[in-house]
């Protein structure tokens, strides 16, 4: 059981932080995996509200409040699979500039992690998540 | 790693235990991906946009005028 934890959380830090390590993998793909890793934790973390929800512990304004910083964080996502998308398809033309592409890639990425930060928050805040 | 994403990792990695077999082999796929095309950046575009509070959180208490948004 703790190997397995070790193993997930090696994997997500993998993931984390494969965008910083200087490690050689393609901006895109790191987009992907960003994308896909903080996808996983979003959906466990409300999958947990969802439950809390149910147990009739969350107002109606909390509710209000984590919906809308889902939406916040699946719009910063959307973001950064479009810029991912775009750096990638001006790669495989040819295309001259793909440092503008990818600078909006990075930011778009730095936004998706805040995003992904506050709905976290969130729910640490209302106690779903426990420190 | 910061201490915030660190806490997030553990976290998420308490939860995923539940779903140890299915997902922990998911993410070593996904650890593993060496490129990715953009057909499947566009699947997954796809699938984040057509994720609802609603579908995530099927107890949810607000008004279906709220959800529906």
Same mark, same amino acid.
């Given at each position: 059981?703790?190997?397995?934890?070790?193993?997930?959380? @090696?994997?997500?830090?993998?993931? %984390?932080t494969s965008g910083m390590s200087g490690c050689k993998t393609n901006p895109e793909t790191v987009a992907y995996k960003a994308s896909k890793g903080s996808s996983?934790?979003?959906?466990?973390? #409300?999958?947990s509200w969802n439950d809390y929800v149910g147990q009739g512990k969350a107002t109606l304004d909390q509710e209000r409040v984590v919906k809308r910083a889902f939406?916040?964080?699946?719009?910063?996502? #959307?973001?950064?699979?479009?810029?991912?998308?775009?750096?990638?398809?001006?790669?495989?033309?040819?295309?001259?500039?793909?440092?503008?592409? !990818?600078?909006? #890639?990075?930011?778009?990425?730095?936004?998706?992690?805040?995003?992904?930060?506050?709905?976290?928050? @969130?729910?640490? !805040?209302?106690?779903?998540?426990?420190? | 790693? $910061?201490?915030? #994403?660190? !806490?997030?990792? @553990?976290?998420?990695?308490?939860?995923?235990?539940?779903?140890?077999?299915? @997902?922990?082999?998911? %993410?070593? $796929?996904?650890?593993?991906?060496?490129?990715?095309?953009?057909?499947?950046?566009?699947?997954?575009?796809?699938?984040?946009?057509?994720?609802?509070?609603?579908?995530?959180?099927?107890?949810?208490?607000?008004?279906?005028?709220?959800?529906?948004?």
């Open positions: 059981m703790k190997n397995i934890i070790l193993a997930i959380f @090696l994997s997500l830090g993998l993931v %984390f996983i934790t979003v959906e466990a973390a #409300l999958a939406e916040k964080y699946q719009t910063a996502q #959307l973001a950064v699979l479009d810029a991912a998308i775009a750096y990638r398809t001006a790669k495989d033309a040819g295309a001259t500039g793909t440092d503008t592409a !990818q600078a909006k #890639l990075n930011a778009a990425i730095a936004g998706a992690s805040a995003a992904l930060a506050g709905v976290i928050q @969130l729910l640490t !805040q209302f106690n779903v998540i426990q420190n | 790693m $910061n201490a915030a #994403l660190l !806490q997030l990792a @553990l976290f998420a990695a308490e939860k995923l235990l539940v779903h140890a077999p299915t @997902l922990f082999a998911g %993410f070593q $796929n996904l650890v593993s991906k060496k490129s990715v095309t953009v057909e499947e950046l566009k699947a997954e575009r796809d699938r984040i946009a057509s994720q609802s509070y609603k579908e995530l959180v099927p107890n949810s208490k607000l008004p279906p005028e709220e959800l529906d948004k």
